[in-house]
């Protein structure tokens, strides 16, 4: 499809797992986003990759999180060690990068639960 | 801290009357302001935007009004439709940096 594209649509796993969410941004879009949104609450940032690399990973919670863009177009967001309170829905987003207007293009998510 | 906060979780509106959706914020140093429109089990889409050196901006029956002094902005939608019903979120970047600051958004309904 033409969208940004997320797997898994839904991950359940047990508390101390190790878990991967993937995200294919629409093509030709350099920049790609990875944001946390928790129920009630809107989405939080984690993590900004301009092509290959991360330019700014500020919104990581803690070093349990890790996300790669190695060839600058696909990404995955790594979470070890997972605890209950990761349990959230993962969105990522991809945009032209000429102009820092806000305007994205969001994904369905992951949602993650963690048992 | 919140430095973007929609205040009101829900709001309900007649089909045909004007919605209106508020949202403050605390840092001067936004640039840009959007709304996004959010349906169950789907992302976040995009709606419209507002740069800080404007007041007002219009797309169809979609309206974003800017005051800098108060910090606070708001979405008109009129005539509102059923398949306006959703979670409306407001956020606001930075130019220095690309990370988007999101409230907590607002459900609104609107009823036939």
């Known amino acids: 499809g033409a969208g940004v594209s997320q797997t898994p649509s839904n991950k359940v796993t047990e508390k101390g797992k190790y878990v991967e969410l993937r995200c294919d941004p629409i093509?030709?879009?350099?920049?790609l986003y990875w944001y946390r949104q928790s129920l009630g609450q809107g989405p939080e940032f984690l993590i900004y990759f301009q092509g290959t690399g991360a330019a700014d990973d500020s919104g990581l919670p803690n070093d349990r999180f890790f996300a790669v863009r190695p060839e600058g177009s696909v990404s995955t967001l790594k979470i070890q060690r997972t605890e209950r309170g990761d349990s959230a829905v993962y969105l990522c987003a991809s945009s032209f990068t000429t102009e820092n207007t806000g305007e994205l293009f969001f994904g369905e998510g992951s949602r993650l639960t963690v048992l | 801290d919140q430095q973007v906060k929609q205040n009101s979780p829900s709001l309900s509106v007649q089909e045909g009357r004007i919605s209106i959706l508020n949202c403050d914020y605390t840092?001067?140093?936004?640039?840009?302001f959007l709304w996004y429109k959010k349906y169950p089990a789907e992302g976040p889409t995009f709606l419209i935007s507002i740069s800080s050196i404007k007041d007002k901006n219009e797309d169809g029956r979609f309206t974003v009004f800017l005051n800098k002094s108060a910090k606070h902005l708001s979405l008109h939608i009129v005539p509102s439709q059923p398949g306006d019903s959703a979670v409306y979120f407001c956020a606001a970047i930075s130019g220095s940096a690309r990370q988007l600051t999101f409230g907590s958004g607002t459900q609104l309904t609107v009823l036939p």
């Open positions: 093509s030709g879009h350099t920049a």
């Open positions: 840092n001067s140093m936004f640039d840009y």
